[in-house]
């Protein structure tokens, strides 16, 4: 049952396995649909009829918007599950694909009705589609294969670019087109994808081509009726909130998410961890990751003010004039993609040379300097806020300082963080442990939401504290990380003992 390509000898794509050029395509054409979409979200809820907008209220909206983000993120969890168990990798990642597709084409439909619908349909596909695509890229490299950590900055480099296209193509068409041409050029973008994939899936060359722990007959019937009803139900709830039999309220459903969230992901870590039937060394590779994950929700609690706090603060703060041009608002959220795109190649060789030198990858301790890093820029924030409280309007230059900081943590931490889960998780468990770890973003993004509504943005007297305070708790946790880091680096170099289990299933 080893899916692992013997891919060492592979170097066709700028010395990576030809593998990765289907995935990093793939994972482009995706992200550009997702964040495509995602970045007209907020303003196709709240605009007016005449601007052919749903005419929410901003606090459902944001708080819709919340929900959306946080549980595209929490399907991953069963859609791990289905990958190791029914599906494998390949077949996930097609099948969440063809989904994610079928969500932005039924979004494409210009009518209101179809709204909840679409998105329904891209957070499942999305579910199956992100964690199984992610653990796809690690069964490329084998065990101790040093290019696995420059591997994911490449991966990584692909989903910035395709968010990048993503914000230029559908927001230049909702501006001159309208919102449902720019939401049927994300389908259209998600189908390039998926023709690619189809295309290119034999340089895979059978990574994830079937599932790790194959479910018995019985198993795969139980879990087909199990999808059915858990469909059924959804489709349920969705045709009373569309008749208005029940009425969901998404603001205080917000607030109970991230407390569910946080716990299912331990009630599950824990799950696999007790339950698993590990061996000692992998239960040990498991603590070092668990300092991974812990780091990466904090770290997105911080840097997801990108969307909601920051942005209006270059709306509201920041002089965006250059002479008679006006920089618009938007422009500032892509810098961050911007620059992972300028910084990969930089990064990528970086992790190279840091593997040459220390055997140890060392993942907690990048994580450590990615949290630090991300907190210094809330630095730069926390004077950039107090000259806005007294006042003035701000130069652009201090939150493109901050975007260049939080994109440099975001580097040393996110696709690092990939490439340790994709290492340090037992094989067999891989699909689930990468849903686990997409946990961490909703928790992230939830909790960054929370932290951004507990401020209002006409009291620009409260921005430095708001600022202050995530400093603080970045750089406080970066340190704690860092500390336990040089403990677990140990941990993470224990050899994996996965082999045991192979030998004893043949
Ligand atoms: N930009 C990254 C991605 O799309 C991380 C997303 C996140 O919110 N954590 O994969």
Redesign the pocket.
Known sequence: MNQEASSNSDTSFFGHPAGLTTLFFTEMWE?MSYYGMRALLVLYMTASLQEGGLVFTVASAAAIYGLYTGSVYFMGLPGGWLSDRLFGGQKAVFYGGVIIMIGHIVLAIPTDGSFFIGLIFVVLGTGLLKPNIAALVGHLYSEGDARRDAGYAIYYMG??IG?VLGYFVCGWLQLNVGWHYAFGAAAIGMGIGLIQYKMTEPKLKGAGAEPAEPLSPEGRKKTWAAIGIFLAILATITGLAYNGTIVIDPVPVAQYVAIAFTLIFVVYYAYIYFMGNLTSNEKSRLWALLLVCVASACF?SGF?QAGSSMNLFARDYTDRMIGSFEIPTAWFQSANALFIVALTPFFAALWINIGKRWVSPAYGIKCAVGLIVMASGFLVMFFAAQYAASGLKVAPYWLITTYFLHTVGELCL?PVALSAVSRLSPRRFLGQMMGVFTLT?SI??IISGLLAGNFDPNQVDQMPNLYGQILVFGVGIGAVVLLIALYTRKLENLPADDDKFEEKAA
Do not use: H, K, T, V
Request: glycine share 10%.
């Open positions: 992200r989903i910035n968010s997105w997801e996110s973003y992230g993004n």
